[in-house]
């Protein structure tokens, strides 16, 4: 079959790369990266993919406090819950990326619910960001980094969980001192607006 119209032929093909980037995506070498992330050990995976979808829920949490809260404590919490854990995903990311894994790239499902609460609250938004953003998200994140610190079957994953154990427990010790706070404020705000 010949073609007639290259340049035609060429701009679809440029079209449809433009609308759709995963139809021309090149893919690895067949079994390459699937090959090295299935080495890892299951609850390695398991750690990397809650820490993915907690990482990417704190910072998009933390943007809507930065818009909705009028308080000077809660948005100083949400830029430090952003900044640490955008340096925390790009590290995930590189760890990720060394062993082949390919990490999901939004929230779970329980937290896309929890930002769609966030999003809609109003009165009381201080409150819940404190305790959803802050101090559930940290409890368990605690948890998790330390179980990985202890049983992860990766040295490099392990030694990830060790370096940002520190990180979790602060940020847990700040989210539960603006929880608190945030529980006294008879609105469910912070009475300290933002300057």
Request: glycine share 8%; proline share 5%.
């Amino acid at each position: 079959m010949r073609i007639k119209n290259k340049g035609a032929v060429l701009a679809l093909s440029i079209a449809t790369c433009l609308a759709a980037p995963w139809a021309c995506a090149q893919s690895p070498a067949p079994g390459a990266s699937a090959q090295q992330g299935q080495k890892l050990d299951a609850k390695d995976r398991d750690f990397l993919d809650d820490v993915a979808r907690a990482g990417i829920f704190e910072i998009e949490g933390s943007k809507l406090a930065q818009q909705k809260s009028g308080s000077a404590d809660i948005k100083g919490f949400a830029d430090r819950m952003i900044k640490d854990h955008t340096a925390m995903s790009q590290q995930l990311g590189a760890l990720a990326k060394a062993k082949g894994y390919p990490l999901p790239g939004e929230p779970g499902t329980t937290q896309k619910l929890e930002l769609k609460a966030l999003e809609v609250a109003d009165t009381g938004f201080d409150t819940k960001y404190a305790e959803r953003i802050g101090a559930t998200a940290h409890t368990h994140a605690v948890n998790v980094f330390a179980e990985a610190a202890k049983d992860a079957k990766d040295p490099d994953v392990k030694e990830f969980a060790k370096k940002y154990l520190p990180m979790m427990k602060e940020h847990l010790r700040l989210a539960e001192g603006l929880e608190g706070r945030a529980a006294r404020a008879p609105s469910g705000r912070f009475d300290t607006p933002a300057r």
